[in-house]
């Protein structure tokens, strides 16, 4: 049996891939488990200065696996608790100051789009689908849908995803924020290949770069609810100076004065 979840760190990418592609990465309580210790581990790690997210298979993520709910879970216990976990992994993500680029390719659907909203850049495919479809099965949003999604497209769209069938196309995803570009073409693996090594090229950037002063940036914004307005202008004067303070940003600054010398 395959692990359901796959971790790897390289170079400073941690790479967390949704491994269970014959229920289009759904989640089920070993899958759910599997998230939230990988990303702890990713966030804590300090030579992570980047986490990717991806699915097996032909789709990114379909929410939680419906099939198992039906005939694995007890009650409406289980699915508190198992939402309790995924929920941990989503807010280690959000809440961290490492940023996070998601490669999804194929269908997201359902608490899939909390997962890949947990994002910070999403990439995907042409030919990608997205949808909420709770409803269809009589439940209700989770895996941050209801507050992620309305915080990246508004509360009405968000209201029009929740309340209807509806499957956003690619370009209608970038339009409306859920994903920052669409790439690909051909048939589902080219596409799928695609997507990967876009979202990869976006990781690798921020890690030749100043990863940290990315990761702090992220964090602002992630955290600005959280906040006044008084206060987070406070939060990015403390934040400006500590990263001026920094060897990255010493170093960066002192080659664009080098260079502006030297015209």
Known sequence: MSEPLLYRVEDGLARITLNRPQRLNAFNADLAHAWAEATAAAVRDSAVGAILIEGEGRAFC?????????????GSADIQR?????HSGISSLVSSSVPVVAAAHGTTAGGGLG??????????????????LYANIGLTPDLSVSAQLAAAVGER?????????????????????????????????????????????IARFWLAGAF?????????VR???????????DEEARSIAAAFDGAEAQGLIAAFASRSAAR
């Open 62 to 74: 379909a929410g939680g696996d419906v099939i198992d709910m039906a005939t694995g879970i007890g």
């Open 82 to 86: 198992l939402a309790d976990v995924i």
């Open 115 to 132: 997962i890949l909203l947990a994002s910070d850049y999403a990439v995907v495919g042409s030919d990608s689908r997205f949808g909420s």
């Open 157 to 201: 769209r968000a209201l029009q995803l929740l309340l209807t069938d509806r499957m956003l196309t690619a370009a209608e995803a970038v339009e409306w924020g859920i994903a920052a570009e669409a790439v690909g073409e051909g048939d589902a693996a080219a596409i799928a290949a695609a997507v990967r090594s876009r979202a990869e090229e």
């Open 212 to 220: 940290g002063a990315y990761g702090q940036a992220k964090r602002l």
């Open 223 to 233: 955290s600005r609810p959280e906040r006044t307005f008084a206060g987070q202008l």
